[in-house]
């Protein structure tokens, strides 16, 4: 697969990027395999340098699972790029049969898809995620942010702005190819017991409740702005009648400020849905002429 640059992002992982290394040179002796070090202070550089046919890409501190995806795909050559964790936990043989169906399939990108979540607490953060995502109509199947995924690259690099430094770059990949409907799918995947501790915080897992917000909002506000639009709009409209009945004196002016709220938060959503389309068009019209130059 001479075609295929495998980017594997690697903070502390001293346990796992040995094996992980190995299994993918096995699998892919002809694909592009570069490991960013996201400033690791054990002896990850120390194994990556071991394995010859590996480029190897240091960031001086530590600035995130995202940022080390970022720069490894800005540094990657071949036509499909591979995103594949440094913790043992993927499977080679899974990736190969996610390049496969890009390319037999022409799709955009190929996602993994666990059946399940090593820990348990991870697991229910996520499905919290899942529930904000699904409730604004984004349909992202079982598993939001697999760190195993392959793409086209050209597609995926006209979005590295767009990518958060953290772990939600996956889930934000997600969301990409779901609001730009580029031609994608799930694919199931088998995992490992994860080599090393996880480096995934609580606080990170806040982060992508707002980083999903964050995402649909780019690229399709008038979801966000309208569900709470309409929501205030109900609420003041029964809160105002039924004080009408009770007290014979009219709407209150709780109600009149909820349903001029609602009003504006919903014109303030049909604003913001319309810059929203201009800046995407923009950006298609930027890609054509790079494409033609």
Same mark, same amino acid.
């Given at each position: ?11 502390? %992982? ?7 290394? @190995? ?27 071991? *394995? ?8 001086? /501190? ?37 390049? %496969? ?14 059946? !399940?979540?090593?820990? @348990?607490?991870?697991? /229910? ?25 392959? /793409? ?33 799918? *799930? ?31 780019? /690229? ?6 309208? !569900? ?59 890609? !054509? @002429?790079?494409?033609?130059?």
């Amino acid at each position: 697969m001479n075609k295929l640059s495998i980017v594997i992002p690697a903070y502390n %992982e001293e346990e796992g990027i040995v094996e992980t290394l @190995k299994q993918l040179i096995s699998s892919f002796p002809d694909s592009e395999i570069i490991v960013v070090d996201d400033g690791s202070t054990d002896s990850t550089v120390e194994y990556v340098t071991n *394995f010859e046919t590996v480029n190897l890409i240091k960031h001086e /501190f530590n600035r995130g699972y995202g940022s080390a995806i970022k720069t490894g795909m800005q540094s990657a050559t071949r036509d499909y790029i591979a995103w594949f964790d440094a913790d043992n936990e993927h499977n080679a043989e899974n990736l190969k049969n996610m390049v %496969e169906i890009l390319e037999s399939k022409k799709l955009v990108a190929v996602l993994g898809q666990r059946d !399940r979540s090593i820990n @348990k607490i991870r697991g /229910f953060g996520k499905f919290i995620i899942r529930l904000l995502a699904w409730s604004l109509d984004v349909k992202t199947g079982v598993d939001l942010n697999c760190g195993l995924r392959v /793409f086209r690259r050209e597609i995926i690099l006209r979005y590295l702005y767009l990518l958060p430094d953290k772990y939600s770059a996956s889930m934000t990949s997600t969301i990409i190819m779901i609001e730009r409907k580029y031609p994608f799918t *799930f694919h199931p995947i088998t995992i490992n017991q994860r080599l090393g501790e996880s480096k995934v915080a609580l606080s990170d897992g806040f982060e992508a409740l707002i980083l999903v917000l964050r995402a649909i909002t780019l /690229f399709s506000p008038i979801r966000v702005f309208l !569900r709470l639009s309409i929501l205030l709009l109900s609420v003041g409209i029964v809160y105002g009648l039924i004080k009408a009945l009770i007290t014979g004196l009219g709407f209150s002016v709780l109600s009149a400020i909820l349903i001029m709220a609602g009003l504006i938060i919903g014109v303030l959503g049909l604003i913001a849905d319309q810059i929203s389309q201009m800046r995407l068009t923009n950006l298609d019209i930027e890609h !054509r @002429k790079k494409r033609k130059d």
